[in-house]
């Protein structure tokens, strides 16, 4: 039988924490070029979608009331972290033109 492994993956914006599988380890590392650099750049969907608004880290631990002792993180490696963990806009479909 094969053995679970425990993975976590930590916010660098929020600090929170959460379980995962290697099978989305495995699809996310495909994307980011390497697990290490996903999970070291890994950001919740809460706060990856605050920032993709706009708002600087700042404003995103104030709006998600993240505890201070969260380690400082600069706007440079947030803007890097969000191109590491994807985008969430999908092109949109062309409207048909009327003849």
């Known amino acids: 039988m094969k053995e679970k492994q425990n993975l976590q993956l930590t916010c660098i914006i929020t600090g929170k924490t959460r379980s995962t599988n290697t099978s989305y380890l495995e699809k996310k590392a495909n994307a980011a070029g390497s697990a290490e650099q996903f999970t070291e750049n890994y950001i919740t969907r809460d706060a990856a979608k605050l920032l993709r608004q706009g708002l600087t880290v700042q404003q ?27 985008s969430r806009v999908r092109k949109k479909q062309p409207e048909p033109v009327m003849v």
């Open 60 to 86: 995103v631990r104030e709006t998600l009331g993240v505890d201070s002792t969260v380690p400082e993180v600069s706007e440079e490696r947030a803007k890097m972290a969000l191109a590491i963990n994807g």
